[in-house]
C-alpha cells in the first residue's frame, strides 16, 4: 500500500545529520510495515528489535555510548552492521521507555544511522516518563488510518485519486468527465464502511466483502479491548470498555460523561476517556469561539466532540454489517449522518503534514433561545473556514449563514453528497444581519483536497 507519509520518510533518510524518528499512532494503522516499507525501498537493512516480545533486548541498551550499543548489536545480530546502509527499528519502544532518553546520543555521536522508534501505546510513556526527554534532538511523525486517496491507490485505482487532484469547483464551466462524480460516491462509500485499517483495505482489495471487513474490524475492536489491562491497571477494564463502545455512538454530538453512564462519577469517566485518547483510539474536536487564529487559544475546556480511530471501525461497532441491507442502505444518513462527519473528521485529521499532531475544531453557540453549531472550524493560513457536513445533498444551512454573518469571512465549505460547485450566497437573516459570503460545495471524496482548493481559491482572489 502506497501511504503519502512515505515520501516524507525518504526526505528524511536523505538528511544528514539524521534526527531519530518517533512514529506515533494506535495499533494496527500500519507503523511497523511503513518501517519495513522503507527498508525495501531504500534497499538498506533492517535492524527490528520488538521490545514488548523479548524485554531482554533492553539489556543491549545499558551504554549510554552509541558506538558500544552499535557493537552489541553486531553481536546480538551475528554480522557486522554499517550505519550508511542499515535502518535500526526500535519497535514497541513503550515497554522499554526510558531508551527514548538515549535517542539524543545517536543524533549527536552517530548520526549516519537512520534509527526509527515506535509503539502503540507509546503515548503513555511520553506522557508519564521520569527521564529528560531529548528535546530537540528527535522528530515525530504521526500515522493516521488510510485516507480516502489512499484507499483508491490500494486498490488499484490510482487513476481515479489522480483525477481528484484536478477537480476545480471555481471554473466557469467545470469539465467532470460523465459518469466520475457517481463512479467517486460509490468508491466512497466503500471506503466509509470499509475504513482505512490497513488489513481491512487489504481484505477488501482481495475479497471484496463488507462481512470479511467486520470480521476484521471486529478482531481489532476485540484487540483493543485486550489492551486495556496493559494501561497500568490505573482503572477498571469494564470501565475503560464502557467509555469505547460507548464513542461510535455518540459521534457527532456533544460528549457527556453522563451519556456514558449514568452510574459513575464524570471525573472517573473523564479518567477512562483521558486513557483512550492516549492510546489514540480516539480523539478531541474541541469546540472553539474561533474569533481568531490559532483556533486553540479559544478553546471551550468542558465543550467537545470525540471522534473514533477510524469510520469502518465505527461502522462495525454499530452493528451496521448485520443483515441483507448493509450492502445496500444509504449510510451517510445512519445514526442521522454521524457517520459521514466521522469520515470528514478522518479526512481532516490527514491535511496537516505528519510531523504536527492533528487537531481539530467545532464551532458551538449554546445560547437558549439562538444555539447554532458548525461541524469544524479550520485554519488555512491566516484564514478561518467554516466547514458545515450534511450527509445527504441538501440540508438547511441556518448555522453557517448565522457564523458568517458575525464573522464576516469570505469563503465557506459544505461537504455533502452532491456535485462539487462553487456560488455566491446573500442571504438576510430574521435578525436583521446580512450574510453574504461565497460558499464552496464539495463532495465527500474531496475533503482530501480542501488544501489545495483554498490555495485555488486564495491565488484567484489575489489575481483579481
Given at each position: 500500500?502506497?501511504?503519502?507519509?512515505?515520501?516524507?520518510?525518504?526526505?528524511?533518510?536523505?538528511?544528514?545529520?539524521?534526527?531519530?524518528?518517533?512514529?506515533?499512532?494506535?495499533?494496527?494503522?500500519?507503523?511497523?510495515?511503513?518501517?519495513?516499507?522503507l527498508?525495501?525501498?531504500?534497499?538498506?537493512?533492517?535492524?527490528?528489535?520488538?521490545?514488548?516480545r523479548?524485554?531482554?533486548?533492553?539489556?543491549?541498551?545499558?551504554?549510554?555510548?552509541?558506538?558500544?550499543?552499535?557493537?552489541?548489536?553486531?553481536?546480538?545480530?551475528?554480522?557486522?552492521?554499517?550505519?550508511?546502509?542499515?535502518?535500526?527499528?526500535?519497535?514497541?519502544?513503550?515497554?522499554?521507555?526510558?531508551?527514548?532518553a538515549?535517542?539524543?546520543?545517536?543524533?549527536?555521536?552517530?548520526?549516519?544511522?537512520?534509527?526509527?522508534?515506535?509503539?502503540?501505546l507509546?503515548?503513555?510513556?511520553?506522557?508519564?516518563?521520569?527521564?529528560?526527554?531529548?528535546?530537540?534532538?528527535?522528530?515525530?511523525?504521526?500515522?493516521?488510518?488510510?485516507?480516502?486517496?489512499?484507499?483508491?491507490?490500494?486498490?488499484?485505482?490510482?487513476?481515479?485519486?489522480?483525477?481528484?487532484?484536478?477537480?476545480?469547483?471555481?471554473?466557469?464551466?467545470?469539465?467532470?468527465?460523465?459518469?466520475?462524480?457517481?463512479?467517486?460516491?460509490?468508491?466512497?462509500?466503500?471506503?466509509?464502511?470499509?475504513?482505512?485499517?490497513?488489513?481491512?483495505?487489504?481484505?477488501?482489495?482481495?475479497?471484496?466483502?463488507?462481512?470479511?471487513?467486520?470480521?476484521?474490524?471486529?478482531?481489532?475492536?476485540?484487540?483493543?479491548?485486550?489492551?486495556?489491562?496493559?494501561?497500568?491497571?490505573?482503572i477498571p477494564?469494564?470501565?475503560?470498555?464502557?467509555?469505547?463502545?460507548?464513542?461510535?455512538?455518540?459521534?457527532?454530538?456533544?460528549?457527556?460523561?453522563?451519556?456514558?453512564?449514568?452510574?459513575?462519577?464524570?471525573?472517573?469517566?473523564?479518567?477512562?476517556?483521558?486513557?483512550?485518547?492516549?492510546a489514540?483510539?480516539?480523539?478531541?474536536?474541541?469546540?472553539?469561539?474561533?474569533?481568531?487564529?490559532?483556533l486553540?487559544?479559544?478553546?471551550?475546556?468542558?465543550?467537545?466532540k470525540?471522534?473514533?480511530?477510524?469510520?469502518?471501525?465505527?461502522?462495525?461497532?454499530?452493528?451496521?454489517?448485520?443483515?441483507?441491507?448493509?450492502?445496500?442502505?444509504?449510510?451517510?444518513?445512519?445514526?442521522?449522518?454521524?457517520?459521514?462527519?466521522?469520515?470528514?473528521?478522518?479526512?481532516?485529521?490527514?491535511?496537516?503534514?505528519?510531523?504536527?499532531?492533528?487537531?481539530?475544531?467545532y464551532?458551538?453557540?449554546?445560547?437558549?433561545?439562538?444555539?447554532?453549531?458548525?461541524?469544524?472550524?479550520?485554519?488555512?493560513?491566516?484564514?478561518?473556514?467554516?466547514?458545515?457536513?450534511?450527509?445527504?445533498?441538501?440540508?438547511?444551512?441556518?448555522?453557517?449563514h448565522?457564523?458568517?454573518?458575525?464573522?464576516?469571512?469570505?469563503?465557506?465549505?459544505?461537504?455533502?453528497?452532491?456535485?462539487?460547485?462553487?456560488?455566491?450566497?446573500d442571504?438576510?437573516?430574521?435578525?436583521?444581519a446580512?450574510?453574504?459570503?461565497?460558499?464552496?460545495?464539495?463532495p465527500?471524496?474531496?475533503?482530501?483536497?480542501?488544501?489545495?482548493?483554498?490555495?485555488?481559491?486564495?491565488?484567484?482572489?489575489?489575481?483579481?
Open positions: 500500500m502506497k501511504r503519502q507519509v512515505s515520501g516524507e520518510l525518504h526526505q528524511w533518510l536523505a538528511k544528514t545529520p539524521c534526527k531519530p524518528l518517533v512514529i506515533r499512532g494506535a495499533r494496527q494503522v500500519g507503523k511497523t510495515w511503513l518501517v519495513r516499507d527498508a525495501r525501498s531504500s534497499q538498506r537493512s533492517l535492524i527490528e528489535l520488538n521490545f514488548e523479548d524485554p531482554l533486548l533492553a539489556e543491549l541498551f545499558q551504554s549510554n555510548d552509541p558506538h558500544q550499543i552499535l557493537k552489541n548489536l553486531e553481536l546480538h545480530q551475528g554480522r557486522r552492521i554499517l550505519p550508511e546502509n542499515t535502518i535500526l527499528f526500535l519497535d514497541e519502544i513503550q515497554a522499554a521507555p526510558h531508551l527514548l538515549k535517542l539524543r546520543w545517536f543524533y549527536e555521536e552517530l548520526p549516519t544511522l537512520p534509527l526509527i522508534a515506535a509503539g502503540s507509546l503515548d503513555f510513556a511520553l506522557a508519564d516518563h521520569t527521564f529528560s526527554m531529548p528535546v530537540g534532538r528527535i522528530r515525530y511523525l504521526y500515522l493516521e488510518p488510510l485516507s480516502f486517496d489512499e484507499f483508491l491507490n490500494a486498490t488499484d485505482q490510482t487513476l481515479l485519486a489522480q483525477e481528484l487532484e484536478t477537480i476545480n469547483p471555481f471554473q466557469s464551466s467545470p469539465q467532470q468527465p460523465p459518469g466520475l462524480h457517481k463512479r467517486l460516491m460509490e468508491e466512497y462509500r466503500s471506503y466509509l464502511l470499509v475504513g482505512g485499517m490497513p488489513e481491512a483495505v487489504e481484505s477488501w482489495c482481495t475479497h471484496k466483502s463488507f462481512i470479511a471487513c467486520a470480521e476484521i474490524h471486529q478482531a481489532l475492536l476485540d484487540t483493543y479491548r485486550d489492551d486495556f489491562s496493559k494501561y497500568a491497571g490505573r477494564n469494564s470501565r475503560l470498555a464502557r467509555v469505547f463502545e460507548s464513542i461510535p455512538r455518540l459521534l457527532g454530538r456533544k460528549f457527556k460523561y453522563a451519556s456514558v453512564s449514568g452510574d459513575e462519577k464524570s471525573t472517573a469517566i473523564k479518567h477512562a476517556l483521558n486513557l483512550l485518547l492516549k489514540r483510539l480516539c480523539y478531541r474536536i474541541s469546540a472553539s469561539h474561533a474569533r481568531g487564529i490559532p486553540g487559544a479559544e478553546t471551550q475546556e468542558k465543550v467537545f470525540i471522534g473514533f480511530i477510524d469510520s469502518g471501525l465505527a461502522s462495525t461497532a454499530l452493528g451496521l454489517w448485520q443483515g441483507k441491507s448493509f450492502e445496500h442502505q444509504d449510510i451517510a444518513l445512519v445514526n442521522e449522518g454521524a457517520l459521514a462527519e466521522q469520515s470528514v473528521a478522518q479526512a481532516l485529521r490527514t491535511l496537516n503534514p505528519s510531523f504536527q499532531d492533528p487537531s481539530l475544531y464551532w458551538s453557540r449554546e445560547q437558549r433561545g439562538s444555539e447554532a453549531e458548525l461541524d469544524f472550524i479550520i485554519q488555512y493560513g491566516p484564514q478561518i473556514i467554516p466547514i458545515e457536513v450534511k450527509a445527504g445533498a441538501t440540508g438547511s444551512l441556518k448555522s453557517l448565522l457564523f458568517m454573518a458575525e464573522r464576516q469571512l469570505p469563503i465557506a465549505i459544505r461537504i455533502n453528497a452532491d456535485s462539487p460547485s462553487f456560488t455566491s450566497v442571504t438576510r437573516l430574521p435578525s436583521g446580512n450574510a453574504s459570503y461565497q460558499l464552496l460545495s464539495l465527500f471524496y474531496l475533503c482530501s483536497q480542501i488544501y489545495r482548493l483554498c490555495l485555488l481559491y486564495t491565488s484567484d482572489a489575489a489575481d483579481e
